[in-house]
């Protein structure tokens, strides 16, 4: 983008190598191991239950990441916009749903572009749908990029048809159309009307399901998902359509349940991979939850203490989304992470907690280990993703798809 | 930074000209009259005191809009952390302050090499202090640099020394040094001890201020911090210290009062360009305050809407900080911003107070204006601040500093 090459970076890669204690702050650090650890559990599990991993890389944003994802099994990725699925095409990986709807003539013309280039990747492009006029607009866009190659290869299709998912409203109320017979009239007058689009499966994620926190909350939501699925799949038999070959939702809150429902064929966990304060607050049961722990940290430094009882660390909430709530400090007893503002965190110290290592007189310059309160818009304040390793920086990766909005 | 060079570019540059219903969303965008306005209101109001104006770039991080505050008169700018004043200087910005304490050895470095590039380009940089163990480790960075350039030149103190301004606790216990005698002492040890640093001025600012509702409740605060530095400034002379040159503080709530003081040298005031929800939700006094206008918005799109009463737009998490508080939409009568989710946002609709021009089947792609809720931490989530002037795109400025944490 614009003049970046005018400034100094601010990658730490230089600090392959180095111990931890080393890094710059804030910065943001994964921890490799724990990262490969929640990456298998899920993989095994899904492909244990002959299922597709589709990982949602809106958590990451992170191509050298999702590449671990897909060398472990997954079929292919998430993203939320058009410009974050371009950040992982450019890198090479042309299997991408767009788990969202796409609205706009801008939108929809790098729509199109993205849609050729996971074809010229061997891959594809999928995105969702949910209104007959957005559908419109969209078979519109690809028609006009037909027409654009010339008319002899327009009447040969030169594009392939792009597939799509029907996005049904599961009980969230945010986008999604009605399931049952009024999914099943739009999937009817798409397949009828749109010959530039086809339906291959149905979108039905539940994003509030993966914050409740007991499991009879969420397993109450996902039998509701589940109801409402059957119910549209009822209407496609009634209406002569044939069932989607894919049904595809879940999350990392609720996927124990959702793989053994018997009705998806895919999932789309995301923040498995790093865990935060949320979702560690879920009341998790280790008969259905699967055991994902926390390899994301936000490495922050002490850098003001005038009193005794409370200290300044360097990430606020330009180094932390606090929407979720505050972080948490991880093997740091007696410090609690009490306000943030925009540039600072303050610390309350209670001393009778206090690990000696933390007298108050030793904590200016002492770096410290955040939690996020929440992983994914957390992520996308930074700009690389510190790879650490018993204590040893062992690479960095590029955030590529952070900022990625449009 | 790493292989951005490798993504397609996601800046709208090649719209300026263009009305600004061409913009892809979420983006954000700044009204370029109404900034002018509030960059001149300030600037006038402070010229006519007798004072200087050091506005904040934390709001803004911006060196195109940081020109245009130093055009109209600004001494200079403050920044929060070295790498985001790294991003200043790298575009020819020689004068500022880190209005905020600089801690560990890699930060130290860069901190001794801006303060050489600052040098070069004819300006100044100060920094703030606020203990005795903070401003060894200063001096002692600063020393080092200076034998780093071998025996002759150190001889001769080849490096100037760093100006400082000691911040003092003026009631918001964050970061500074208790006011009165805990102060001068710590002057006088730094006076006395650490030849590379040049105390300069004192730091007093309240941040918490700013957001206070009342007029009564912020100019009890300028009280107060007015009595802690009048206090420094008594413990200063009775220590035989000389009085400081700069006092420095103030913010976009309170300078309207902290310029009457007749305390302050120097105002820091940042988000007065831009303006949000929480500052509008401050009771501001025409007799007192100065009337700032709210010129940054966040262009969204209605980009699902299956429900007459609830739409979703493409601007969440993500693309607002909501730390503050939610957006409010400009124009949009009976459109209420009311969740916002990673990566939408959504918008209730309520059909009685409806505008004929948004009703429930026009919304689909519509274009909406946000207000942010919070726009320091907003401005930081963006690549781009697009420039219009009555309704077209005139500029595109790159927030070179977005992300700068370090």
């Not at 299922?51 to 997954?74: E, F, I, N, V």
């Not at 038999?237 to 990392?252: D, M, N, T, W, Y």
């Not at 007298?359 to 410290?368: A, D, I, R, V």
């Amino acid at each position: 983008m614009h003049a970046s090459a005018d400034l100094p970076t601010i990658s730490q890669r230089e600090l392959i190598g180095q111990p931890v204690e080393m890094l710059d702050t804030p910065c943001l650090v994964v921890d490799e191991e724990v990262l490969q650890a929640n990456i298998q559990a899920l993989q095994t599990f899904i492909s244990g239950l002959g299922l597709k991993l589709r990982p949602h890389a809106k958590s990451h944003k992170c191509p050298d990441l999702a590449k671990h994802q897909l060398a472990a099994g997954a079929v292919g990725i998430c993203c939320q916009k058009v410009s974050e699925a371009e950040a992982f095409a450019a890198q090479g990986i042309g299997d991408i749903l767009i788990a969202n709807e796409v609205v706009g003539s801008a939108k929809l013309q790098r729509l199109v572009r993205l849609h050729r280039r996971c074809i010229d990747l061997n891959g594809q492009l999928i995105v969702c749908v949910d209104s007959l006029e957005a559908a419109a607009r969209m078979n519109q866009a690809l028609e006009q990029a037909a027409d654009d190659q010339g008319v002899a290869k327009a009447k040969s299709i030169a594009i392939a048809p792009l597939s799509i998912y029907l996005e049904i409203n599961v009980g969230q109320n945010r986008c999604g159309i009605a399931p049952g017979r009024a999914a099943a009239d739009l999937a009817k007058a798409i397949e009828e009307q749109m010959p530039r689009l086809c339906l291959i499966g149905l979108q039905a994620y539940h994003g509030a399901a993966q914050h409740m926190r007991t499991l009879e909350q969420r397993a109450a939501v996902v039998e509701e998902v589940c109801n409402k699925v059957r119910q549209t799949l009822q209407a496609f038999e009634a209406q002569g359509l044939k069932r989607p070959e894919v049904i595809s939702g879940g999350g990392s809150g609720s996927v124990g349940l959702d793989a053994r429902t018997g009705l998806f064929t895919e999932l789309q966990a995301g923040s498995y991979v790093f865990m935060d304060v949320d979702y560690m607050r879920n009341q998790w049961d280790c008969t259905i939850d699967l055991n994902f722990s926390q390899s994301l940290f936000v490495l922050t430094t002490v850098m003001s203490q005038t009193s005794s009882d409370r200290a300044v660390v360097d990430a606020g909430l330009k180094a932390l989304s606090v929407d979720s709530g505050l972080p948490e400090l991880k093997d740091a007893p007696g410090l609690i992470y009490e306000k943030a503002n925009d540039e600072h965190g303050l610390i309350q110290c209670r001393h009778s907690e206090h690990d000696p290592a933390l007298e108050p007189e030793s904590l200016l310059g002492k770096k410290l280990w955040l939690i996020p309160g929440h992983c994914d818009p957390t992520v996308n304040l930074y700009d690389e993703l510190v790879v650490v390793r018993k204590g040893q920086v062992v690479n960095t990766w590029p955030v590529l798809a952070r900022g990625r909005l449009f």
